[in-house]
């Protein structure tokens, strides 16, 4: 009995501990309690049903919404749960789903609604984010790749239901382009490259509404520029391309291959081509001036034109930056006498802006001016123009047919709305047979010309060695004519000389006495009229200078007058303040120090005993105070000791 107690004891700790230890198996088994982790879901699969629900799934379906058998829709977020006994629930735990910063989750559904034909994207449905299976697929949702996607953050998934893929962000780098080729949508419309414009739908990150809004599958006239979205690659493929630069002192033609037939606004003068407004297929007629734009190059080209001054080198060992003259080289031309020779050649064009469009229309590109109208026009110019004169002419004739070269080509320019701004001929090389040729003959021509030079030379020493012969006879012949000239010329003046004299003697008698009595008259009538200024002026004086002195006299006379009072009242005032005795002693004490009177002298020196040193004593202080007194005045001071002798102090 004791050992059967002893048992019953020790089986009931061992369950009491068994319970504590096991307690969850136990609430599991007995009262079918899960807890699912604040950081997992559990998906729950049913593994029979036993009564009053379908016991199986629909054909098609592997996710029960409705209490069937197999995968439920339906997860268990965080918590405690009840009557989920094990032998009729599996419960599986699976963490969140985490989507990081940078990615996206791309959505597979396994199940769902078949897709329409022609679609190869599950339209979106409400499922919060593919977080409430039930309600996405009673909703229709589609089984497939989903178009829509999840953002950075944590999701409770069903993964029975949905696949998730991470997948990168999209990023279109600066000055960069990304040009969209979509993977679903409507047929493109007949006769187009790429599908219709739909604005809205955020760079193509909402792709159902781009689909709702009749969005085409292919190429899409629209692009998106430099940054990061939220685009799903299995509905938006992606190219990044450069962004289209026109250079400054450039234009950019814009030529549209997708859009409407736009009208020619050219008018019917101009039969080269279509040019019409923005936003129409063909040529647009606004050109775009220089700057960065982000142009799809899948649907349009920019045809760059400069618009300043081109050169075009027709020289085999010249090219310009721009590369247009590459394929021009050295214009061979045949004269008319049958030499070939060489010519360099640069032409100078510019392009308006508004003409560009109009140039790009007629040739496509620069580079087809260049070949189609630019190098046949100005070659053949030259090669006809070298047959109607030989090499000679044409070297000598350069500026003439220069100047001719450049009308013609304006002319002809102007026709393909270029202007022509000057045509220049740069060198010109004769074949070398011609040049010696042309050398030896020159050679010949210039020694002929010195030959004869120098015998005109000759002919003008022996003319000139006569003429000297003659001219020194001719000398002394001319000497005598011209003596005899001199003396009758010299008697002629003399003549003339005194009858000049006596006649101006005569005028100047005549003018001297006559200014001799205009002065006397004018000396009497100044005397007169100084005389009567300087009475008046005395008189003046006078009366001024006396009646200064009156008023100064009077005025003197109250000064003295107001002292005398002032001061008389001052001493009686000051004799009521001190008495008569002190402002006495006072007065005289002022007055010796107005007068620097010495009353004490400043320095007094005196000798004592009778042997040398009182005399020394002496002779120093009166040096003292010498210097003393030098200080003071400023002037060399002699003071002479009074008690000597006066033949001492000499």
Not at 103 to 118: F, H, Q, R, W
Request: hydrophobic content about 40%; glycine content about 8%; charged content about 25%.
């Amino acid at each position: 009995m004791e050992f059967l107690s002893f048992m019953s004891t020790w089986s009931w700790l061992i369950g009491l501990l068994l319970a504590v230890v096991l307690y969850k198996l136990v609430l599991r088994f007995l009262f079918g309690m899960v807890i699912v982790p604040e950081d997992r879901i559990g998906l729950v699969t049913k593994k029979y049903v036993l009564v009053g629900a379908d016991r199986g799934l629909p054909d098609g379906r592997i996710i029960a919404t409705k209490g069937e058998a197999g995968y439920q829709a339906q997860t268990l977020a965080p918590g405690l749960y009840w009557w989920l006994w094990p032998w009729q629930y599996g419960i599986t735990m699976q963490p969140f789903t985490v989507i990081p910063e940078g990615k996206i989750g791309l959505v597979l559904s396994n199940d769902g609604a078949e897709l329409p034909t022609g679609n190869i994207l599950a339209r979106r449905v409400e499922s919060d984010n593919f977080q409430d299976t039930e309600r996405f697929l009673n909703s229709g949702g589609q089984k497939g790749r989903q178009t829509s996607v999840l953002t950075p953050g944590t999701y409770r998934i069903n993964p029975y239901a949905f696949t998730v893929t991470i997948a990168d962000m999209t990023v279109i780098r600066e000055n960069m382009v990304g040009i969209i080729t979509t993977l679903d949508g409507a047929p493109l419309q007949p006769g187009q490259i790429a599908g219709k414009n739909v604005e809205g739908h955020n760079n193509f990150q909402n792709v159902d509404f781009f689909l709702q809004n009749g969005g085409n599958r292919g190429l899409q006239p629209q692009v998106v520029l430099a940054g990061s979205y939220y685009i799903n690659p299995w509905a938006v493929q992606i190219e990044e391309i450069p962004m289209t630069e026109v250079p400054i002192g450039h234009v950019g033609v814009v030529i549209s291959y997708i859009g409407e037939d736009g009208e020619d606004v050219t008018g019917a003068t101009f039969k080269h081509g279509n040019i019409v407004k923005k936003g129409f297929r063909g040529v647009w007629m606004e050109p775009t001036g220089p700057g960065k734009y982000p142009i799809n190059t899948f649907t349009m080209k920019v045809e760059v034109v400069p618009t300043t001054n081109l050169v075009l080198n027709w020289a085999n060992a010249r090219t310009e930056s721009h590369a247009l003259d590459r394929n021009l080289s050295t214009i061979t031309v045949r004269s008319k006498d049958g030499f070939p020779f060489n010519l360099d050649v640069a032409q100078i064009i510019h392009i308006p802006s508004v003409e560009a469009p109009k140039v790009i229309a007629r040739f496509g590109s620069m580079t087809n001016l260049v070949s189609q109208v630019l190098e046949p026009t100005i070659g053949n110019y030259f090669r006809n123009s070298a047959q109607d004169s030989d090499v000679i002419a044409f070297l000598s004739t350069r500026k003439e047919r220069q100047e001719a070269a450049r009308e013609h080509i304006r002319a002809v320019l102007e026709v393909y709305n270029v202007n022509a701004v000057d045509t220049l001929i740069g060198d010109i090389v004769p074949p070398d047979s011609l040049m010696k040729t042309l050398t030896d003959r020159k050679i010949a021509q210039e020694e002929e010309k010195t030959y004869e030079t120098q015998r005109m030379a000759q002919e003008k020493r022996q003319g000139m060695e006569r003429e000297t012969a003659l001219a020194d006879i001719q000398r002394e012949v001319v000497k005598a004519q011209q003596s005899v000239e001199i003396a009758q010329r010299t008697a002629d003046a003399a003549v003339k000389k005194s009858e000049g004299e006596a006649r101006s003697l005569k005028l100047q008698v005549g003018a001297e006495s006559e200014a001799t009595k205009v002065r006397a008259e004018a000396n009497a009538e100044a005397r007169r009229r100084q005389a009567a200024a300087d009475a008046e002026a005395t008189k003046l004086t006078a009366d001024a200078e006396a009646e200064r002195i009156a008023k100064t006299g009077t005025a003197e006379a109250e000064k003295i007058l107001a002292i005398g009072r002032s001061t008389a009242e001052a001493y009686e005032l000051q004799v009521k303040a001190m008495g008569d005795e002190n402002f006495t002693r006072f007065k005289i004490t002022e007055e010796i120090g107005k007068g620097h009177i010495r009353v004490i002298p400043d320095i007094v020196i005196n000798g004592t005993g009778n042997g040398t040193e009182g005399s020394l004593n002496g002779l120093m202080g009166l040096k003292l105070l010498e210097q003393i007194e030098e200080r003071k005045t400023g002037k060399p001071t002699k003071i002479v000791d009074i008690t000597k002798p006066t033949a001492e102090k000499e």
